[in-house]
């Protein structure tokens, strides 16, 4: 995957190589203008190389991604793999009704991506999932959310991970593995301890079975 398509710089041609070299998705843009169109902070559309773009990417079996994208980039690029039956993603894109951040994704433009066969993924940059001191529990209320919105107009929910940033690995460090621990005790009915294994009882049976017979 790359991020921010503005490195074609006006060459088409640029696209075929990061085929070649692999890449699978493209992330329209980053920040501000540019060849391909507005970025999340910005008002401003697809330009008509972001149009081309998008069509060179369905020929080569590229998916389009709109996180990061303005609004108005974001409803030119779902029109346009619309008319071309085929599926965009946003990558790293939250719930803007549960975290009122620009670069976060309204609830019609979600259900757009997910008309037409897409995916949405949860980004785990703070500043994205809430404006005070974001948990683990406002992750899940981002995911919570886009499920609601899926099973209620779709009957369907599918989602990425987004990506990995320094402020992910703070979470982890302030309560995700704990977090999951006592969920699995509570699962257990707290008998789990870490690192321990699950006794595998078929196992024990069989291993008795053996000794049974080399006694007989």
Known sequence: SVEDARLLNGDIKRLDTLCGCGVKALTLCWKDTSIIGGAWNTMAGLTDFGYEVIKRCFELRIIPDISRAS???????????????RPIIA?????????????????????EIIKIGGLVGISLAGEHISTNNPSIKDILNHIFAR??????????????????????????????ESDSHSEKNRQTGGTEKRGSRPHNHSKHRCNAKRRRHKTA
């Open 91 to 111: 990558s790293h894109s939250n719930s803007y009704t549960v975290c009122q951040h620009k670069r976060n994704l309204s609830d019609e433009l979600f259900s």
């Open 71 to 85: 609004i108005f980039t974001s409803e030119n690029a779902i029109e346009c793999a619309r008319t071309n039956k």
């Open 147 to 176: 499920k609601a919105e899926s099973n209620e107009k779709h009957n369907n929910h599918r989602s990425l991970i987004g990506h990995r940033t320094q402020h992910s690995e703070n979470l982890r460090a302030k309560g995700l």
